[in-house]
């Protein structure tokens, strides 16, 4: 069973336009959730992160938000760039002790 | 620091060999966790160590799978024997501590086909 769910394989977006990934969760223990984006080839790297006791962390052109009563969370791109595209993972954890469980991932394209 | 180095990048095999994978984490990380990528199930976790000591191996699908780390500087993921189904990409990852703020550092990963 998936605890951490990325309903999406994939999304195309124009480039300037909002990339909006989503992901949502089954776990009510997790307690931080991160992003990572991976590029082919290559390992994923951390991108983002938010702790549970917020619903918001931004960072650049990156924004993460967090709705805890719908267990789900929304990686916010904007404006997308050609180097966006990568595939990004949803990962989280409870209290860091156990490694983070990831999510499926979703294959974002962004076209000129 | 160069980073997780992950060997070989690639490797294929025949059904039935055995294939070990290696890792070299970030000097100074104290854990070190080995995931496996696949297109049905995503990364799942199969195993982490903190300080080389195996903490959690839920995630080793079966018994034809060890992970050992002999010293804080190399861990190794060995298959024996390998099926087709091992076919996958294994990535492993380490970071300098777990609480919740910290990060998995990534290697490259390898790339398994197993014939």
């Known amino acids: 069973d998936q605890q951490v769910k990325q309903n999406s394989p994939s999304l195309s977006v124009q480039e300037g336009r909002i990339s909006i990934l989503n992901c949502d969760y089954t776990n009510s223990m997790f307690d931080y959730f991160l992003w990572y984006k991976k590029y082919p080839a290559e390992g994923p790297t951390f991108l983002i992160s938010?702790?549970?006791?917020?619903d918001k962390n931004e960072d650049g052109r990156f924004t993460v938000f967090l709705n805890k009563s719908a267990k789900h969370l929304s990686l916010h791109i904007v404006p997308s760039q050609p180097g966006d595209s990568a595939v990004y993972f949803c990962?989280?954890?409870?209290?860091?002790?156990?490694?983070?469980?990831f999510g499926k991932g979703t294959h974002l394209i962004i076209q000129p | 620091d160069a980073g997780v180095i992950q060997s070989p990048r690639h490797e294929v095999t025949e059904m039935g060999q055995e294939v070990t994978l290696r890792c070299k984490p970030i000097s100074g990380h104290d854990y070190l966790f080995w995931y496996r990528q696949t297109m049905m199930r995503g990364l799942e976790l199969l195993i982490y160590f903190n300080n080389n000591v195996p903490i959690d191996d839920s995630g080793m699908p079966e018994d034809r799978f060890s992970a050992k780390m002999p010293n804080a500087s190399f861990s190794t993921l060995k298959i024996q024997p390998s099926e087709p189904r091992d076919s996958a990409v294994y990535f492993c990852a380490s970071s300098l501590n777990w609480d919740s703020n910290e990060k998995l550092f990534f290697g490259s990963g390898t790339q398994l086909s197993v014939l």
């Open positions: 990962a989280a954890s409870v209290g860091g002790a156990d490694g983070l469980t």
């Open positions: 938010i702790s549970s006791i917020k």
